[in-house]
């Protein structure tokens, strides 16, 4: 007997609930009251005392790749937040300044994006809404290019030199 298109549509949608149920996430300690928009934040989440966490959020543990610790942490988060993609766009933009982030530009979207500089470290974070309540934001920390002496920078490139092929150099 065919199955219609509702009833595949729901046992579909019944699947991917099941499945995201399944991914492994860890508890954030919050740094804020469970709206984004209340109050100051206190302290940030223990791993990460260089970025503020709204109240709700839970760590996606399997898409987070975390390099370093203290304030000298490079990597990837995986954050599903509570508050709606918005929300935690306004939360982050009056919060990142406070833990000595310097805005380099944001832009507000489907799927925002936002970008900090922190000494020799830069921020990318992107928010977007989950399939059915809160938002994901994906928290990219890597190292500023022209920093130097920094714990990140990368080495200076070597001059690069050129000559015509087929000519030996030198005659």
């Known amino acids: 007997m065919p199955m219609n298109n509702k009833a595949f549509s729901g046992a579909a949608s019944a699947a991917m609930l099941a499945l995201a149920a399944c991914m492994p ?3 954030l ?8 928009s209340e109050a100051t934040v206190q302290t940030s989440f223990g791993q990460f005392p ?16 975390v390099l370093g610790s203290g304030d000298n942490w490079v990597g ?9 993609p918005f929300a935690l766009f306004d939360f982050l933009k009056q919060k990142m300044p406070e833990f000595g982030w310097t ?5 507000r979207a489907p799927i925002s994006v936002l970008t900090y500089q922190r000494q020799s470290r830069v ?11 809160g938002s994901e934001m994906v928290f ?8 130097s002496g920094a714990a990140f920078a990368s080495p ?16």
């Open 25 to 27: 996430q860890a508890e």
């Open 29 to 36: 300690a919050s740094t804020t009251p469970e709206s984004p």
């Open 50 to 65: 260089d970025i503020p966490s709204p109240g709700g959020s839970k760590l996606v543990l399997d898409r987070t790749l």
């Open 76 to 84: 990837q988060l995986v954050i599903n937040a509570s508050a709606g």
């Open 103 to 107: 805005e380099v530009t944001s832009v």
């Open 123 to 133: 921020a990318s974070i992107q928010i977007q809404a989950r399939t059915l309540t």
């Open 140 to 147: 990219t920390v890597s190292p500023s290019e022209g920093q």
């Open 156 to 171: 200076s490139p070597s001059p690069v030199r050129s000559a015509p092929l087929g000519k030996a150099s030198g005659r």
